[in-house]
Nanobody, 117 residues
Framework: QVQFVESGGGLVQPGGSLRLSCAAS????????MGWYRQAPGKQRELVAG???????MYADSVKGRFNISRDNAKNTLYLQMNSLKPEDTAVYFC???????????WGQGTQVTVSS
């Protein structure tokens, strides 16, 4: 089973940018559809961006035009470039394999993103 280590989070002012990384173990990374999920305090975990094994991409409406998901199969790494960050983007961000919108793998520890002035 693929395991994940997320990194790149931090404290940023509104309007700022961050780039998240997700390092995946295992040689099967390239065959999986992947997603970035986030969970804000008191809220359910939600899918914010997804990319299939052949590069089809989707975004939640709340992040469309601001976030950019990409993957490097040679490095077994998933990325999330986050621009024009808003306080409502504050959450713990996780990556996972997925089937549609449903996560299918084990969760990593996530990386905290805090957007505040």
């Amino acid at each position: 089973q693929v395991q994940f280590v997320e990194s790149g989070g931090g404290l940023v002012q509104p309007g700022g940018s961050l780039r998240l990384s997700c390092a995946a173990s295992g040689r099967a990374f390239r065959v999986y559809a992947m997603g970035w999920y986030r969970q804000a305090p008191g809220k359910q975990r939600e899918l914010v961006a997804g990319i299939t094994n052949d590069g089809n991409i989707m975004y939640a409406d709340s992040v469309k035009g601001r976030f950019n998901i990409s993957r490097d199969n040679a490095k077994n790494t998933l990325y999330l470039q986050m621009n024009s960050l808003k306080p409502e983007d504050t959450a713990v961000y996780f990556c996972n394999t997925r089937l549609g919108m449903t996560p299918t793998g084990s969760w990593g520890q996530g990386t905290q993103v805090t957007v505040s002035s």
